[in-house]
């Protein structure tokens, strides 16, 4: 019998996460192949934006009304029907043969991967004691980070050997395989039956669409009043969805989770921990490549002191935050992200000092590696089974929000301070970046500590 659950809990566990793997993995291996897009369709990089952009806004934009969907109708089900949607996009970016068809081919397989986090999570929550969930989310963490790794080194791999077609064919084998496996081998599960409102599902939809491409926009050197009024709009049709969210009696987002000081904290900690994470994300193989003259390969090799522990550090950091705790874990972790970071910025004295990051970067690395699992094991673990659907959807779309506005920060901080134009300009903006980010890790740090117990 333990065999039995051992087996059981292997394949939530393994099928959970390779759907994980499968979104964050398209969302990297995409910008290796960027340039043989942008050749094969003759077009210009502000064109290419809106493929590359599209995939992630989408994600943003409908990860709730998904969830939703997930609670009343069955969270396998939906995670079974995003990943066949996913599949089903894939296949139509490999046939694009124009940036339009590959745009709307994007958003069509951005609509299934808004869902396969968010539900994997649920699934894997719900299915396992809770005694085993910070392990289990240490591993999923894992191996969604491992896509970091190899999403940009193995889509330069493809373009090189294959075309760049491949990088979205590749899904579909393992796409099909997981979906046959996915319905015999993951136990069902269902949140409060609740009908979805049309009008809050749109609210939210254009709400977060326009917050996310609004953060996009704001990363251009050019910047007019159409991203502001954008922004603006989409803040207000955000406040309208709150305000009816408290009102309704069976609301999308219920507000009572946030009277949990740890539901709210942990959702807040989890802003701050990938608004400095994304931030770096976007600088570092840029300074690797400007400051210290590599290729891309080789900065993508010099970047894995950082990404690599990932995987390495991640899943015994799950199994510390089921014995010491999420809030012990989360907070050295932001601590340690913050402390990697700082290093960075003071042991960086000119572009040839590659070797003096390889510490900071493991330290960073770890932290992240530790903050993660805690910070989900405590959102997930503030609200009651049948809520964990909502909980984690909340909880993604605070972590795409916090990578878009750490993104946009890093990018008016590095301009504030230096340029692209030569190696020692970008060293001083690339400096104050990794200061910042590490500020806004320590940020954290101020709602991790404020967790109660969980029960």
């Known amino acids: 019998m333990d065999i039995e659950k051992k087996t059981s809990s292997a394949w939530i566990l393994t099928l959970t996460s390779l759907g994980f793997f499968m979104s964050m993995m398209d969302s990297m291996i995409v910008t290796t192949a960027s340039t043989a897009i942008r050749n094969d369709f003759d077009i210009s990089v502000n064109t290419l934006q809106w493929a590359l952009n599209a995939y992630n806004i989408t994600i943003a934009a409908v990860l709730l009304v998904g969830v939703a969907l997930g609670e009343r109708l069955g969270r396998r089900k939906i995670y079974n029907c995003g990943l066949v949607i996913f599949t089903f996009g894939s296949v139509l970016c490999a046939l694009s043969m124009n940036i339009t068809f590959l745009v709307v081919a994007c958003v069509i397989e951005g609509v299934g991967a808004s869902v396969m986090t968010p539900m994997s999570m649920a699934i894997l929550t719900n299915a396992l004691p809770t005694?085993?969930?910070?392990?289990?989310?240490?591993?999923?963490?894992?191996?969604?980070?491992?896509?970091?790794?190899?999403?940009?080194?193995?889509g330069g791999l493809i373009v090189a050997r294959l075309t760049w077609q491949w990088i979205f064919w590749i899904n579909v084998p393992i796409g099909v395989i997981a979906i046959y496996l996915i319905r015999r081998l993951l136990p069902e599960s269902k949140g409060a039956a609740k009908k979805i409102d049309i009008?809050?599902?749109?609210?939210?939809?254009?709400?977060?669409?326009?917050?996310?491409?609004?953060?996009?926009?704001?990363?251009?050197?050019?910047?007019?009043?159409?991203?502001?009024?954008?922004?603006?709009?989409?803040?207000?049709?955000?406040?309208?969805?709150?305000?009816?969210?408290?009102?309704?009696?069976?609301?999308?987002?219920?507000?009572?989770?946030?009277?949990?000081?740890?539901?709210?904290?942990?959702?807040?900690?989890?802003?701050?921990?990938?608004?400095?994470?994304?931030?770096?994300?976007?600088?570092?193989?840029?300074?690797?490549?400007?400051?210290?003259?590599?290729?891309?390969l080789q900065a993508g090799l010099e970047i894995l002191p950082w990404t690599g522990t990932l995987v390495i550090v991640a899943p015994f950091a799950g199994s510390a935050v089921d014995y010491f705790g999420e809030k012990k874990i989360a907070t050295l972790g932001l601590f340690l992200q913050g402390l990697g970071y700082f290093l960075i910025t003071f042991v960086l004295q000119g572009p040839t000092n590659y070797w003096k990051m390889t510490v900071p970067l493991i330290i960073a690395g770890a932290g992240l590696s530790m903050a993660g699992p805690a910070l989900q094991k405590a959102v997930l673990g503030a609200v009651n089974p049948q809520s964990v659907g909502k909980a984690s959807g909340i909880y993604n779309v605070f972590r795409l929000l916090g990578g878009a506005v750490g993104t946009t920060v890093s990018v008016i901080v590095f301009y504030s301070y230096g340029n692209i134009a030569n190696g020692p300009a970008f060293l001083i903006g690339f400096k104050a970046v990794m200061l910042s980010a590490g500020i806004i890790s320590l940020m954290g740090i101020l709602f991790s500590i404020s967790f109660k117990k969980a029960s």
């Open 199 to 296: 009008l809050d599902a749109l609210l939210i939809i254009l709400a977060l669409a326009g917050v996310i491409w609004t953060l996009s926009e704001m990363t251009s050197p050019d910047i007019n009043l159409v991203p502001v009024i954008t922004g603006i709009i989409s803040i207000a049709l955000g406040l309208c969805f709150v305000y009816r969210q408290k009102v309704e009696s069976e609301p999308m987002v219920p507000m009572q989770f946030f009277k949990s000081i740890t539901f709210t904290s942990g959702n807040l900690a989890t802003f701050l921990l990938y608004a400095s994470m994304y931030g770096v994300v976007f600088f570092l193989p840029q300074f690797l490549q400007v400051a210290n003259h590599v290729n891309a």
């Open 131 to 154: 005694s085993e969930r910070g392990k289990a989310l240490g591993i999923w963490s894992g191996i969604g980070g491992l896509a970091l790794i190899v999403g940009p080194s193995l």
